[in-house]
C-alpha cells in the first residue's frame, strides 16, 4: 500500500481471498464478540479457506493462549490450529527477550497468555515486585483481575524496572456491550508511576513482526473493526486492509479518519472477502458508487441517489477524506448516515 494519502476507498475486480494469500484476521468485533461467532463469519472464513487463502488469527488480547483461541475458534466451526493464532502476549514476550538476559525473571501482570508466551521465549514469570523482575509486563486479565495486582506493577515500575504492555486498547468488546481495554489498565499503572511502558501490540511494529515471522505472508490483507488499531497497524506496516463494519467503529468515526486510520476496503461484514469491490470515481465535484453521489459542501456532507447503504459509505468516505486531506473531516455528515441507515 502506497504511503500517499489514501482520498477514497478503493475497488477489486477480484474477490479479496484471491487478491491476497492470507488474511490477517482480528478476532474480537470481526470473528466472534462475547464469545459467540458473529453473523456470516463462520461461512465466509470456510468459503474463503477453500479457495485457498490462509487465515491467520491476529489479537490484542493477551488474556488467552493460542491453543485456547484456536479450541474456540474451532468449536465456533472455524477450524484452526494454535499455529494459527498471534497475539500480543507473543510480541510483548519477544520484544522482552531481546532487552533482557535469557532465563530473566518478569513480574506479570495479566493472564496465562503472557505467561506462555514468555515461557516459550525462555523466561519466568513472576507475580511479585519482590521477586527482583528484570521486566514488568502487562495484558489484559479479564475482569476478576484483582485490583492489587496494578499496585504490584506500580512498585516495581516505580523502582526502575522496565515496563512493557501487551497493548493500549482502551476498549474491548463483549457480548453485553464495550468493556474497559487493557488501555484502561495501563492508564492505571502509567497514572500511579508517571513512566511510559514499551508497547508490541496493534498499531504498532512489532506486532505486525510477530504476524510476517509466524504466517510468512506475502500478501497479506488486514482485516479489522478498529480504525486505530488494525487499521493503523496495516497502515503502518504498508500493507491494505479491510474494515469491517461488525465491532466498534460506525459510519461518522470512518468519515472522520486521519489517513492512518483509512482502510482500502470497506465492507458490513466478512462476506467482504468473498467479493470484488466497487469502485469509486469522481463525478464532477464529488465522487460516486453505486446509485450515489456524496459531495463535501461548506458545513456537510452532501448524499444523492439511492442504492446499497454501503455503496454511499463509500461514497461519503471519498468526499470527507478529500475535503480533509491530511487532517480529520470535520464536516456534519449526521444527515447523510442517517439516510443510509448508518
Known amino acids: 500500500m502506497s504511503r500517499s494519502v489514501r482520498t477514497r476507498p478503493e ?6 481471498s484471491e487478491a491476497y494469500d492470507t488474511a490477517l484476521l482480528d478476532l474480537d468485533g470481526v470473528v466472534y464478540a462475547g464469545g459467540a461467532a458473529i453473523v456470516h463469519a463462520v461461512e465466509s472464513l470456510a468459503t474463503a479457506r477453500a479457495g485457498g487463502m490462509h487465515l491467520a488469527y491476529v489479537t490484542n488480547n493477551a488474556l488467552r493462549t493460542p491453543d485456547t483461541v484456536a479450541g474456540h475458534l474451532t468449536e465456533l ?10 497475539t500480543s502476549a507473543q510480541a510483548v514476550a519477544r520484544l522482552i527477550s531481546e532487552q533482557v538476559p535469557a532465563g530473566a525473571r518478569v ?3 495479566g493472564g496465562e497468555g503472557l505467561r506462555v508466551a514468555l515461557r516459550e521465549r525462555g523466561l519466568v514469570p513472576v507475580e511479585s515486585a519482590d521477586d527482583d523482575p528484570a521486566a514488568v509486563v502487562q495484558g489484559f486479565g479479564g475482569p476478576d483481575l484483582p485490583w492489587g495486582r496494578f499496585a504490584e506493577a506500580s512498585y516495581a515500575v516505580a523502582r526502575g524496572v522496565p515496563w512493557f504492555a501487551s497493548n493500549t486498547d482502551l476498549t474491548i468488546p463483549s457480548g453485553r456491550g464495550i468493556a474497559p481495554g487493557n488501555g484502561a489498565a495501563v492508564e ?3 497514572i500511579a ?5 514499551q508497547v508490541a501490540g496493534k498499531p504498532l511494529p512489532p506486532m505486525h513482526r510477530e504476524t510476517i515471522l509466524r504466517t510468512g505472508a506475502e500478501r497479506p490483507l488486514v482485516v479489522g473493526d478498529r480504525l486505530d488499531t488494525d487499521i493503523e497497524g496495516a497502515f503502518n506496516g504498508e500493507v491494505d486492509s479491510l474494515l469491517v463494519l461488525t465491532g466498534v467503529t460506525d459510519g461518522a468515526q470512518l468519515l472522520a479518519a486521519p489517513p492512518q486510520h483509512r482502510p482500502t476496503f470497506v465492507d458490513a461484514d466478512l462476506r467482504g472477502l468473498l467479493t470484488g469491490q466497487p469502485e469509486v470515481t469522481e463525478a464532477g ?7 450515489w453521489t456524496a459531495t463535501a459542501g461548506q458545513e456537510r456532507l452532501e448524499l444523492e441517489g439511492d442504492g446499497g447503504a454501503l455503496d454511499g459509505l463509500r461514497a461519503l468516505c471519498a468526499a470527507a477524506w478529500t475535503a480533509a486531506g491530511e487532517g480529520s473531516c470535520a464536516l ?3 444527515k447523510a448516515l442517517a439516510r443510509l441507515g448508518l
Open 285 to 291: 465535484e464529488g465522487f460516486r458508487c453505486g446509485g
Open 107 to 109: 513480574l506479570v501482570i
Open 193 to 197: 508511576t508517571g513512566a511510559e511502558p
Open 77 to 86: 466451526g472455524i477450524p484452526t490450529g494454535a499455529e494459527d493464532v498471534i
Open 11 to 16: 475497488g477489486s475486480g477480484r474477490a479479496l
Open 188 to 190: 492505571v499503572v502509567r
Open 332 to 334: 456534519d455528515g449526521g
